[in-house]
């Protein structure tokens, strides 16, 4: 393809499930370029160790995971440019116009969305500080961490109860921190983790402060009936007050579920031909590195065999 800014496949992200789709992208022979708004790896560069990603046995830093994935797109000559991609646009020559904020304008056969999902934070005092210290958004990634410690779930709905029953298969104890009087999750959910005797409910209250120095060592929360506030002692604080996927610059594009998040089918072809999604972004059941970087190598596999009956 002729052009400075033309490629046959632009991927927007560079999380698990960009890097692996330029991974395939490239060593597949297709010029690709990733566009990302950020820094390159997504919200596993914040894990201070990944300890279920295949061949890691020992475990591995997310940032050096994320470092060796890079290496490996940019080895099958993958591009980067850090931009943030505010709108999609579909022609009828069958170029996808990708545009950033900066004003910048990128033309491909076929896109790639991979720009995965952010937990929502509470914003309250020490949860930025100790991310990553004790503080979480994934039992199913951290759990382990925690064998015979004290853990912490704020959040009521299946979500954080699911993952408190998860927790308690390895902490010594599970405390969940809930706003109303009775939790929001699936009766199933509520048995199972009410029925364990490490769990427990602590109800009408909200979290203030997360705390700790180097690590977690509690949390202060505030009964929001009697004012009281008190501190919990515990080493992990996980929160669930749901998750919001990076599709607000998909006005006008692909199909999205009420959440926001992208409907594919298991091609992760979206309901415009020549985009595709994977990842965080995606509606899917479960979101891991893994499973990622399994999606990523699927939309590439996808975008390849499209590109290949589009000639």
Not at 53 to 74: H, R
Not at 199 to 205: A, T
Not at 285 to 301: D, R, T, Y
Request: aromatic share 8%; proline share 3%; charged share 25%.
């Amino acid at each position: 393809m002729a052009g400075k800014k033309e490629y046959y496949v632009i991927i927007i992200g560079a999380g698990p499930a960009g890097l692996t789709a330029a991974i395939y992208c490239g060593r597949s022979g297709l010029r690709t370029l990733i566009v990302e708004k950020t820094v390159e790896g997504g919200q596993i560069l914040k894990a201070d160790i990944v300890e279920n990603y295949p061949g890691f046995p020992e475990g591995i830093s997310g940032f050096d995971l994320m470092g060796k994935m890079k290496a490996q797109a940019e080895k099958f000559g993958a591009e980067f440019v850090n931009e943030e991609v505010i709108k999609l646009i579909a022609h009828s020559s069958k170029l996808i116009a990708v545009n950033s904020i900066g004003g910048s304008k990128y033309f491909s056969k076929a896109v790639i969305i991979a720009t995965g999902a952010n937990p929502k934070e509470l914003g309250i005092k020490g949860e930025a500080e100790l991310t990553g210290r004790g503080v979480s958004y994934c039992a199913t990634c951290d759990g382990p961490l925690f064998k015979n410690k004290e853990v912490i779930v704020i959040g009521g709905g299946d979500a954080a109860v699911g993952e408190a029953v998860y927790l308690a298969r390895f902490a010594k104890k599970v405390s969940i921190v809930h706003r109303r009087d009775r939790l929001r999750a699936a009766e199933v959910l509520q048995d199972r983790f009410l029925k364990n005797e490490k769990g427990q409910v602590i109800w009408d209250s909200t979290a203030i402060e997360v705390l700790g120095t180097d690590r977690v060592s509690g949390l202060k929360i505030k009964n929001l009936k009697t004012g009281r506030e008190e501190m919990i002692p515990g080493q992990g604080v996980f929160i669930y007050v749901g998750l919001k996927p990076n599709s607000d610059f998909l006005k006008e594009g692909p199909k999205l579920d009420e959440k926001g998040f992208i409907i594919t089918n298991e091609d992760m072809q979206t309901s415009i031909p020549g985009i595709f999604a994977c990842g965080d972004i995606r509606k899917n059941a479960l979101k891991q590195v893994v499973v990622a970087c399994s999606e990523g190598a699927q939309a590439a596999f996808s975008c390849l065999r499209y590109l290949e009956n589009a000639h």
